[in-house]
T-cell receptor
Framework: NAGVTQTPKFQVLKTGQSMTLQCAQD?????MYWYRQDPGMGLRLIYY???????DKGEVPNGYNVSRLNKREFSLRLESAAPSQTSVYFC???????????????FGSGTRLTVV | QQPVQSPQAVILREGEDAVINCSSS?????VHWYRQKHGEAPVFLMI?????EQKGHEKISASFNEKKQQSSLYLTASQLSYSGTYFC???????????????FGKGTKLSVIP
C-alpha cells in the first residue's frame, strides 16, 4: 500500500545511547517532516525537509539531527538520548503548495520511543 | 505559535452534533483538520483555504473565517466511528509554490457513546 513507512515501531533506549529512526514514502512527495507527540501537547515539529537536499529546524530541534537521504527517505537521529526524548515520533510527507492549492499530510504509523 | 482548540474534550451520544473550534493569533492561509484514533497515526480529513475553498473526502463540514483567524469543524449526526482526537493544523501565508509547515493545536478528544 502506498504511504509512509516508519521503522522501528517500538524502541527502548538507555540514557546516552544513540539511534536513528527511519522514514520512507512512496508517493513521490517533495516535502517530509518529523513531529513528536507528547500527552496534552499535540504534534510539535522537530525538523522538516522542503525538498531533496534541504533540511530546516522546526519548533523543537534540540537533541536531534536529520538526513534527507533521497526523495523517498528522511531519517531522524538521536545522538545521545535523554529521558525528555521519550515520545511518539511521527514522520509525514506532503506535496508542495502550488498556485493556491495545499495538500494534506500523510503520516506514518509512528515510533514509540522510551528512554530510561 | 500553536493554534488554540476548544473544547479540550467532548462526549456525545450517537446522533448528536458537535462543533470543534480552532483559532490562531497569526494570519492564516490554510487550516487542516486531522483525526487520530488511539494508538494510530493522524489521518487527514480536510483542508480549508483562504477564500473559503474546502477540500476533503469525508462527510464532515468545516468553516474558515479569515478575518477572525478561526476555523470550526462540524460533526453532525455523530457515529461511534467519529470517536478520536481531532487536531487542527494551521499554515502560514505563502506566495508562489513550495513547502509549508503545519503548526498543530493540542487536540480535542471526542468520545461518542451508544
Amino acid at each position: 500500500n502506498a504511504g509512509v513507512t516508519q521503522t522501528p515501531k517500538f524502541q527502548v533506549l538507555k540514557t546516552g545511547q544513540s539511534m536513528t529512526l527511519q522514514c520512507a514514502q512512496d508517493m513521490n512527495h517533495n516535502s517530509m517532516y518529523w513531529y513528536r507527540q507528547d500527552p496534552g501537547m499535540g504534534l510539535r515539529l522537530i525538523y522538516y525537509s522542503a525538498s531533496e537536499g534541504t533540511t530546516d529546524k522546526g519548533e523543537v530541534p534540540n537533541g536531534y539531527n536529520v538526513s534527507r537521504l533521497n526523495k523517498r527517505e528522511f531519517s531522524l537521529r538521536l545522538e545521545s538520548a535523554a529521558p525528555s526524548q521519550t515520545s511518539v515520533y511521527f514522520c509525514a510527507s506532503s506535496e508542495w503548495w502550488t498556485g493556491g492549492v495545499s495538500y494534506g499530510y500523510t503520516f506514518g504509523s509512528g515510533t514509540r520511543l522510551t528512554v530510561v | 505559535q500553536q493554534p488554540v482548540q476548544s473544547p479540550q474534550a467532548v462526549i456525545l451520544r450517537e446522533g448528536e452534533d458537535a462543533v470543534i473550534n480552532c483559532s490562531s493569533s497569526k494570519a492564516l492561509y490554510s487550516v487542516h483538520w486531522y483525526r487520530q484514533k488511539h494508538g494510530e497515526a493522524p489521518v487527514f480529513l480536510m483542508i480549508l483555504l483562504k477564500g473559503g475553498e474546502q477540500k476533503g473526502h469525508e462527510k464532515i463540514s468545516a468553516s474558515f473565517n479569515e478575518k477572525k483567524q478561526q476555523s470550526s469543524l462540524y460533526l453532525t449526526a455523530s457515529q461511534l466511528s467519529y470517536s478520536g482526537t481531532y487536531f487542527c493544523g494551521t499554515g502560514r501565508l505563502y506566495s508562489g509554490a513550495g513547502s509549508y509547515q503545519l503548526t498543530f493545536g493540542k487536540g480535542t478528544k471526542l468520545s461518542v457513546i451508544p
